[in-house]
């Protein structure tokens, strides 16, 4: 009996952990404040607002960067299909926009896009996730 309590107890730890994936808390964290500390760190400049609801984010930017786009999206992690998402880009660093591949890169609640290729790329990185 005891030896089955003990599946039982790891199988439900397991599990529990399993919705844990994303670490960093930062849903209270607004598109705004991303946006201004980006800016501030890679000497980007506005370039817009994104749309976002075809990924499922609450929000979403684009920076100009070294002269390229660099998009954010903010997702809210309450909500299982945009932890989903955010899952997905961890597992696989690329999202798919309006059927076309992106590479991209999440940090809490928000996800980066098209940076791979920026020459800025480290810099992006140490940035976004230091926010």
Do not use: W
Not at 56 to 73: E, I, M, P, T
């Amino acid at each position: 009996m005891f030896r089955f309590l003990s599946i039982v107890f790891a199988a439900v730890a397991v599990i529990l952990c399993a919705g844990c994936k994303t670490t960093v808390e930062n849903n209270d964290r607004t598109a705004l404040e991303l946006c201004r500390y980006m800016m501030q760190k890679t000497g980007g400049t506005f370039d817009g607002a994104m749309d976002y609801e075809p990924i499922h984010a609450s929000d979403g930017f684009a920076l100009k960067v070294a002269n390229r786009q660099v998009a954010f999206y903010k997702f809210n992690t309450k909500y299982k299909k945009a932890r989903a998402k955010i899952e997905y880009v961890d597992k696989h660093d690329y999202i798919y926009i309006y059927g076309f591949k992106f590479s991209a890169v999440s940090h809490g609640s928000f996800i980066m896009v098209d940076y791979e290729d920026n020459p800025k790329r480290d810099e992006l990185l140490q940035a976004f996730k230091s926010f």
